[in-house]
Nanobody
């Protein structure tokens, strides 16, 4: 059973930084997977932010490119999202997600394992 647990959210002023973490458990050593970060504002659809494959291939959406960086520590099975130059429009609940995948590149669709979320609030 794959379990994901996010941490690191909080409140910050515009221009500030936060680092989100996601502890992953339940993968076997040979499981091919993709992992990703998503965010959702109440009343809006959930939006993919970034993904990373087990091979280390990364994908970041245009709205956060150059400001957000996804990374994966395979030793500790921890996923990170470094968020710099935060803007009020980045305010959302951020979710860590995972899926089994045999592809080198990870799309931001069809994730089926989800964490509980961590709130990020950016004030102007």
């Amino acid at each position: 059973q794959v379990q994901l647990a996010e941490s690191g959210g909080g409140s910050v002023q515009a221009g500030g930084s936060l680092r989100l973490s996601c502890a992953v458990s339940g993968w076997t050593g040979s499981t091919p997977y993709c992992m990703g970060w998503f965010r959702q504002v109440p009343g809006n659809e959930r939006e993919g932010v970034a993904s990373i494959s087990r091979h280390g291939v990364k994908r970041t959406v245009d709205s956060v490119k150059g400001r957000f960086a996804i990374s994966l520590d395979g030793t500790s099975d921890t996923l990170f999202l470094q968020m710099n130059s935060l803007k009020p429009e980045d305010t959302a609940m951020y979710y860590c997600a995972a899926k089994i995948s045999y592809t080198t590149h990870c799309s931001l669709q069809d994730f089926n394992y989800w964490g509980q979320g961590t709130q990020v609030t950016v004030s102007s």
